[in-house]
């Protein structure tokens, strides 16, 4: 295939062989040499005939990418969902990706929240990216891709009211080249959600289940042999920790899932269906791709706890977990978790374990590493509406902060937490 040369935008409509639009442009930052071109991704089928090239580049020379950017979860995800819009950025160097950015467009409701209570939800055309990063290929300067993408998003900004970022490392590249603009990279203005005392937890997995326990005082190690006497006391014909992994499991557990979270205390402030079309399909191919990994606590053969979970490259990552709020008393997210901590030590070990953003007594209690990070917003110098709202946000968000610090200096948020599961 003959590529255009030089430092080029490329957007791409249908087929990448077939570039219907091409326009000439000035270098992309200082010190751009060479053959550099943009390839910007805008449907399923421009993506899907640089599926392979996108794989290989993961897999032979990306840095940093989670399960999140595999093409064929990302290919999931837009099947099942037609409101995501794909903006996907291709970096090239000669015919070689250097940076992948796989953004995509979705307009929804911005729900501005304090806590659990919503302000308000003005509708908002979001620019958000697979895996929360770009992967960047290994050994080469990140802000040269980086240039590359925020003059390409630049040039497409009148398509997106804000971009958002979850989970972005405070001192990771992306963070760094912000501060390295001033927090205005190539007309946006960076309005951070998050303080920056937030984190996300870690456990760091040693070899076996018994030197992770060792790790704790006996303090704490004692109270969690209370709570499985005490569970173990409940269920007086036993107890069954399943793991789901294959792809005939998947439809299984989202049933269990949807069986346990309609009894879950968070339940009754967001309803939600996870046995959906779309979440079955992307559920099948994590499982097919060897990532899908999570956990159900059943007793007398009724699912009471759920874990869901993707594993990959070393990493263990928690997403949505929940149980039967009539079993609280006697701590079925507890036992759930030390029994998958025993099995995921035991079998196929994860160098460690991401909890994921945000604050919680289990995170906190389990996790033995923190990492700081921030959700921000980028938004146009000249885009009223998407400051506005984000702004808003932004500041709801300050002053839950400061409310959750007052309630918890003065040693009341546990009896707040328990008043709010019990209603």
């Not at 991704?41 to 595999?70: C, N, P, Q």
């Not at 984000?390 to 610090?405: E, L």
Request: charged fraction near 25%.
């Amino acid at each position: 295939m003959n590529r255009p040369r030089g430092n080029q935008l490329i957007e791409v409509q249908h087929n990448p062989i077939s570039l219907a639009v091409g326009e000439s442009s000035a270098p992309f930052g200082d010190g751009v040499r060479g053959n550099a071109r943009v390839e910007v991704l805008r449907s399923v089928a421009a993506f899907k005939e640089i599926r392979g090239e996108w794989e290989r580049f993961l897999l032979e020379h990306g840095a940093d990418h989670t399960y999140m950017h595999d093409p064929a979860l990302i290919l999931s995800d837009l099947n099942g969902n037609a409101e995501h819009v794909p903006r996907f950025i291709v970096v090239y160097e000669g015919n070689e990706i250097t940076c992948v950015a796989p953004f995509y467009i979705v307009s929804q409701p911005y729900r501005i929240k304090l806590g659990l209570i919503q302000l308000a939800a003005p509708r908002l055309r979001m620019l958000k990216i697979y895996g929360g990063n770009v992967v960047h290929r290994k050994g080469q300067p990140t802000s040269r891709g980086l240039d590359h993408i925020f003059r390409t998003l630049r040039a497409l900004s009148r398509e997106f009211d804000s971009i958002s970022f979850f989970e972005l490392p405070i001192g990771g590249d992306l963070w760094t080249y912000f501060e390295k603009c001033e927090r205005k990279p190539h007309g946006f203005r960076m309005v951070q959600q998050t303080d920056d005392a937030s984190v996300v937890h870690y456990i760091q997995l040693p070899e076996t289940y018994d030197e992770y326990l060792s790790s704790f005082k006996t303090r704490r190690r004692k109270t969690w042999r209370r709570i499985e006497r005490d569970f173990d006391a409940q269920c007086p014909r036993g107890y069954d920790l399943v793991k789901l992994t294959t792809p005939d499991q998947a439809e299984e557990f989202l049933k269990d899932v949807d069986t346990v979270y309609a009894k879950t205390w968070q339940a009754r402030a967001v309803k939600r269906q996870h046995a959906t079309i779309a979440n079955k399909g992307y559920y099948r191919t994590s499982a097919e791709r060897n990532l899908f990994r999570s956990y159900v606590l059943r007793v007398d053969g009724a699912p009471i706890a759920f874990s869901c979970g993707f594993q990959h490259r070393g990493v263990y990552y928690f997403g949505e977990t929940g149980y039967d709020s009539d079993w609280r008393k006697h701590s079925p997210g507890t036992v759930l978790l030390l029994r998958m901590l025993e099995d995921l030590c035991a079998h196929d070990r994860p160098r460690e374990c991401n909890f994921g953003f945000g604050a919680g007594l289990q995170k906190e209690t389990f996790g033995n590493r923190v990492e700081a990070v921030s959700n921000l917003s980028l938004v146009r110098d000249t885009s009223i509406r998407g400051a506005v709202v984000i702004r808003s946000d932004a500041s709801a968000q300050w002053f839950y902060r400061m409310m959750r610090r007052t309630v918890t200096r003065f040693g009341i948020d546990h009896w707040i937490r328990e008043r709010i599961k019990r209603q």
